[in-house]
């Protein structure tokens, strides 16, 4: 009995941490990302496509990639780090335009003001 309980408890925290080491950290991605989109004044129904959340191992980072309706030759990457040590800021946002024009939308650079008086940026 004594070792069901211990093997049970074993497993239990493996899936706690797994749960915690993964899953937490992209749903808060998601949630910065969507509360970025927010601040540049779009909304969800704005987005053409965006690719599943993936994550970088090697810079430490969560990313997507997003095409809005109104911008399709502009491909927006929203990355998302829960640790100052990999990126300066939590939220960063680049963009590339197929056909080199400045993209409609926001850069960071241009909202980061107002990230940061808003708080999303630590």
Same mark, same amino acid.
């Given at each position: ?13 493996? #899936?706690?941490? $797994?749960? @915690? %080491? ?10 910065? /990302? ?40 502009? #491909?927006?990457? $929203?990355? @998302? %780090? ?10 960063? /946002? ?29």
């Amino acid at each position: 009995m004594d070792n069901k309980i211990k093997v049970s408890v074993l497993i239990m925290l493996m #899936v706690l941490s $797994y749960l @915690y %080491s993964f899953k937490f950290h992209e749903y808060e991605a998601m949630k910065e /990302i969507n509360r970025t989109i927010v601040k540049q004044g779009l909304h969800r129904n704005d987005i053409l496509r965006q690719t599943k959340l993936k994550k970088d191992r090697n810079r430490d980072v969560y990313y997507s990639e997003i095409i809005f309706k109104d911008n399709v030759n502009t #491909v927006y990457t $929203y990355f @998302y %780090s829960h640790s100052r040590k990999a990126v300066p800021f939590q939220i960063s /946002i680049t963009s590339f335009n197929s056909k080199n024009k400045s993209p409609k939308h926001s850069s960071i650079y241009d909202i980061k003001k107002t990230l940061l008086n808003n708080d999303i940026l630590y």
